[in-house]
């Protein structure tokens, strides 16, 4: 009786080798789903002209970013940016014009513009300072009588050492493409068009603060387009948008041809995860304009590098970029969209995303809260009522069982010791053998290291389980149980879907979607009569369960991409405090439930296990974890070869020299150092490698800032605001490599006025200062003890201090200036008790300031010994080198 009984239950088996096949699906599901983001149009060439005149031709845009890219970094402030690229784009201009319809009517306006604001960038407060900044905007008018334009913004300035092809060049080259193409029509759109190129973005988003608030027309603008790149070729992503006005949306989904779209991406993006912003903040914040914000993401890696070049780049990026974005355009200017801007309450916000780019879905957030529930409640009602049918309600309790303790339960358990195992993984990589990070430069090493061990738990638990808490005797056949623990994993997801709908988390559509597929197996598989051949059944069951999760593993596994090549280069610029192998073990963990969960309960249906599927998966990760430690393999970072694609490390490295100035003006004392910003955990352990190796295994002076004696009196330790604010290293140099100070801002007190208030408690001080010199520069103001800033002149409202931990606390000025200008005047209010003054034995100085001078691109007048410096680093090290002189006053 009890080798029947066995005989018997192998009819439910799946052979031995049906756990790879199951991994197989899930790597083909990957690789599909990955090469969709690069799957773009052909460019057209000048040969397609003649066919298609009025359609975006990726080769003319080309042309245009080339010749943007040739006049390499593009700095604010920068000939190559002032000068250089905005002749280029007038240029440009001047032709679109000459060759436009004769019904057309293109207005070009070139703004000079000055101005301030406050605002929080990233948890740093500021006040962000511009001066004669740039601003070419071109206007194509609309028809008489029609109100409401749309505006195109991208930015053609760049940061130090980076061309800046994807970022931002190639979104100036797609909207000059769109402008001449819209320029050439026979009939003029409905709305106006406007084009914004601004010239200050990276320093960061001040142009666009001049255009929005300042430009007349500025005040036109119903809606807007941010043309935007973190990263550097593949699809361009909708990953922001309104905020609030659901019709723009509602457009896209109508207009864009080869959609890429994510709702989470925005709210990942305005989480705060990523260390960007963009345009849209300004827009948004200050002009209080609805739009979208599009972005390229992947091969973060060149974002901000030398290596942002057009070499990384190709037309069909451009066509993809521009197919869309000219469609949308032509849909926003030729319709309704722009009036209903004004005329519709802005309510909401919308849920959208694609799939691989086939089609667009979007929904209202109220909808789409309906629809999770939805999912969640007939789902379930499903996957139990189809068992129930089967086995008989009376039965009840052992589905309940099966589903809660099986299904339920066990994902909840393999959950748990997925993300605590991958974390430890993280932590030992980090810690016993200086490993992390082995994953920046080989993709598939995440996979390895922290997916592969996450799969193989879930498994293990669903395993172990069913192993332990399994009852011999059961009313469900193997293959009816199988199908109820999928109905608890089911539920397990319905839990999170639900509970991120409550708190308002759009995000939860990513469930939503791969619930919805794996609601259709019971549905489609009911009429199925289980009772009558269990071997048979589990085949049915089997085949019905492939098909849809092929489509539910084309969702889930791209959203592990997206994750990966956001997060995987940020990793890069995330700084050097935090194990960045936490974050990715975490994301990979997460990754790996939402792809496999409905793989889990299979496991069951499998000979041996262990043996293939569970094996072959920790083989797999301690292959990994020994290519990680013991080979080149597991080494962050790759120089350009011709055979692969560079994955640099970061290296911020300014020359700088510190005057203190006494009362009269004069320098009284100074010093020098390499000052160093630790842009990725190994970044210290790189630059005291190249320093011991300059110094002949003598790594001199080398300290933290907050090691420095002077971080007790000097405002913000007598450093940059940068060097407190993150991680940083500063290495003194002798007196014979302190950089010239020829050039600088200079602040000099043009008068100072003392008044006291009537009742005689408070004294008040006014002091005019005058900063001389047209250069990227920062002002950090301390007041003293019992010392109070109560107005300045820079902005209408006193700012939030800049606050790092206890000891560092100042007003932080940012200055930025496009062309030179005139001084500009700085006028300060302080006030303290006269109770104070009276008490003080001899007159003190009542505020403490900071001014930081920056030069970029300034390698002709750097000393030797830096420029030899530099030279030194490694292939694999992307440095961005820089002169600060930082002057230091008391008054």
Known sequence: ???????????????????????????????????????????????????????????????????????????????ANEVGAVKLLEREFTLINATKHAVQEVLYEKQITSGA????????????????VQNLIVRLAGQEGVAGALMLNCHFDSVASSPGASDDCGSCAVMLEILRVLSRGSERPRHPIVFLFNGAEETPLQASHGFITQHR????????????????????????????????????ARAVRHPFAHAIGEEIFQSGFIPSDTDFRIFRDFGHIPGLDFAHIFNGYRYHTRYDSVEYLSPAVLQNTGDNVLSLVRLLTDGDYLERSTKERAVGKSVFFDFLGLFFVTWSEKEAAIINVLVAILGLMVGYWTTLRNVGSQHWRAVARESLLHGFCATLVGAGAAVGVNLAIAFLLDRLVQRSMAWFSTYTLAIGLYCLPAMALLFIAHREFHRLFQRKETPLPLSLAVKTRLTGVYLFWSVIMIGATITGLRSAYVISVLLACMALVPLISEPYPWHFSSKMASLVLSGIWLHLHTVALLWTTQFFHIFANIFIPIAGRSGANDNPDLLIAMVTAACSLLVCSFMLPLINLLRNPYKTTIGTL??????????????????????ATPQQSPKVQRILAQHTLRQWYDSDGLVRADDAGYLFRLWDRHNEATIREVIASNAGGNAGSIYKPSQMDE????????????????????????KSNHPEAVEMVKLSLQSRNKTTA?????????????????????????????????????????????????????????????????????????????????????????????????????????????????ESFPPWAHVVPSVSIVNLYSF
Not at 830 to 850: G, R
Request: proline fraction near 7%; aromatic fraction near 14%.
């Open 1 to 79: 009786m009890k080798s029947k009984q066995k005989t018997a239950s192998n009819l439910h088996w799946w052979p031995w080798y049906g756990g790879w096949g199951m991994l197989v699906l899930l790597a083909l599901c990957g690789t599909a789903s990955y090469l969709s983001f690069f799957h773009l149009p052909p460019a057209l060439n000048d040969g397609d002209l003649g066919r298609l005149p009025y359609a975006f031709n990726g080769a003319r845009a080309w042309n245009t970013l080339a010749a943007l890219d040739a006049l390499g970094p593009k700095p604010v402030g920068s000939t």
């Open 117 to 132: 604001y406050g605002i929080n960038f990233f948890g740093s407060s500021m006040t962000s300072v511009y001066r004669n």
């Open 217 to 252: 027309w500025a005040k036109e603008i119903r809606a807007f387009l941010n043309l935007e790149s973190v990263g550097s070729g593949g699809k361009e992503l909708l990953f922001q948008s309104g905020p609030q006005h659901p019709w723009l949306v509602e457009a896209y």
């Open 618 to 639: 920790l083989a797999l990760f301690l292959v990994s974890l020994l290519l990680s430690i013991a080979t080149p393999l597991g080494f962050p970072y790759r120089e």
């Open 711 to 734: 971080c007790t009196t000097e405002v913000f330790c007598g450093l940059p605001a940068s060097a407190v604010r993150f991680s940083s290293l500063w290495f003194a140099q002798p």
């Open 758 to 870: 009537k009742d005689g408690s408070v004294l008040k001080s006014r002091l005019a200062f005058n900063l001389t010199g047209s250069y990227q520069s920062s002002i950090l103001l301390r007041p003293r003890r019992n010392v109070t800033l109560a107005a300045w002149n820079l902005t209408p409202q006193l700012p939030p201090q800049l606050s790092v931990g206890d000891d560092h606390r100042a007003y932080y000025v940012l200055i930025t200036h496009g062309l030179p200008g005139q001084p500009l005047q700085l006028i300060l209010d302080l006030e303290q008790s006269a109770t104070d003054v009276k008490s003080a034995a001899q007159e003190t100085p009542l505020v403490d300031i900071s001014v930081t001078s920056n030069f970029w691109e300034y390698h002709e007048h750097f000393m030797p010994a830096f420029s030899k410096f530099i």
